[in-house]
């Protein structure tokens, strides 16, 4: 990839569920020595973002109330080539200045990893380039590095993306400890089954966040699960049971008149159990630093209640641009450039690419 010093082109494409992103960053070979130690001590020892481009599926998945795998993985077809199209443009950059490829290996859909795997494998394979697959939930944990402030090593890191709610100690580039996780269902899937027993449309989540500023927090009593379990774990199953059953007292005209109230108790009792549990780990771990990643952590309210939290334990946290917490081709781009910067990766010419529709973070550690 060039001689020391010189710049590094590294292009990300993201197709593991409904958005397919295309994102292109550079980075100078010889800034590499920060990342691995976490020593780095201003953004400019990290990778800059040149152009990213997304499209989200949300509007064709709509009408079936959750995202088809199917039509996701044939829609993914038709948009990868005109995002990177875009990205190009925008950068200024032309593809055969590209020095390698990354893509989301898995975890996601399929399906939906393999157009993106396969694109990405026939463009390094076509420039004689290397490829990179990427952990999809690692672009997420580096995403806050997008940022105009962005965070140091070492750190907690809440990541609350989709399926997966979890809390990880993170000491520099690729050394991750999980701390704890969802044992059935995640946040994401609390806030979204929540919504769809309130009527609310897809993507719930957001739709039930929006509704909630409206509401009294107060007005219902929902359990907050493994609270006081002296674990840093989570459970949100039982909140989602625990709606369904007040919602079955309830005659459909006071479920639309408590509908703000029902909304606002339960982000109330999600946001208090994740904010709990990142205080106990910064404790458990004496950190300073939280950085929180994934798509509920566009959560206004969460965001609030974690910055207060923060604050009165004189610890200061992260987040990624509001714009980057869904899935996207910047965090994918990013995870690669920074570990390939650290000196943990350098990429593969052999194409014959794979996908892991399951795959656990903790077994990316460098």
């Known amino acids: ?28 070979q010889d800034a590499a020595t920060g990342l691995r130690a976490g020593t780095q001590s201003s ?18 998945h709509q009408p079936y109330g959750g995202v088809v795998p199917e039509l996701a993985s044939r829609d993914h077809i038709q948009r990868i080539i005109p995002l990177l199209n875009q990205v190009l443009t925008q950068s200024g950059v032309g593809i055969a200045q590209v020095d390698l490829v990354a893509y989301t290996k898995g975890p996601g859909l399929a399906g939906a990893l393999l157009v993106g795997a396969g694109v990405a494998a026939s463009l390094a394979a076509s420039m004689n380039i290397p490829l990179l697959g990427v952990h999809h939930l690692e672009g997420h944990l580096l995403s806050p590095f997008l940022s105009e402030d962005p965070p140091s090593f070492p750190f907690v890191c809440l990541l609350v993306s989709g399926g997966h709610t979890q809390l990880m100690g993170v000491q520099s580039m690729g050394q991750y400890e999980l701390l704890g996780e969802s044992v059935d269902d ?19 989540g957001a739709a039930l966040s929006q509704l909630a500023v409206h509401g009294d927090p107060k007005a219902f009593s929902f359990p907050r699960p493994m609270l006081h379990s002296g674990r840093l ?11 369904l059953t007040q919602i079955k007292k309830m005659t459909e005209k006071d479920i ?20 709990k549990k990142s205080i106990a780990a910064l404790k458990q771990t004496q950190l300073k630093t939280l950085v929180v990643a994934g798509g509920v952590g566009a959560n206004q309210t969460l965001r609030e209640a974690l910055l207060k939290a923060c604050s009165q334990m004189g610890a200061k946290v992260f987040f990624p641009e509001l714009s980057l917490c869904t899935d996207n081709g ?34 990316v550690v460098a």
Request: hydrophobic fraction near 45%; glycine fraction near 8%; proline fraction near 2%.
């Open 43 to 60: 953004a400019t020892r990290l990778p800059q973002l040149l152009a990213h481009a997304l499209h989200t599926q949300i509007e064709m």
């Open 330 to 363: 910047a965090m994918i781009a990013m995870a690669a450039a920074m570990r390939v910067q650290s000196g943990i990766e350098k990429g593969s010419k052999c194409y014959d690419f794979d996908v892991k529709p399951r795959w656990s973070l903790s077994d």
């Open 186 to 204: 995640a946040a994401g899937e609390a806030f979204d089954k929540s919504a769809k027993l309130l009527g609310l449309d897809y993507p719930g």
């Open 256 to 275: 639309e008149a408590c509908k703000t109230d029902l909304a606002a108790s339960v982000q109330a009792a999600i946001v208090e159990v994740l904010v």
């Open 1 to 28: 990839m060039g001689q020391l010093g010189a710049k590094v082109y590294i292009l990300g494409i993201e197709s593991s569920c409904d958005e397919s992103g295309v994102a292109l960053v550079k980075f100078d």
């Open 233 to 243: 774990d989570f459970s949100f199953a039982g909140l989602k049971t625990s709606v």
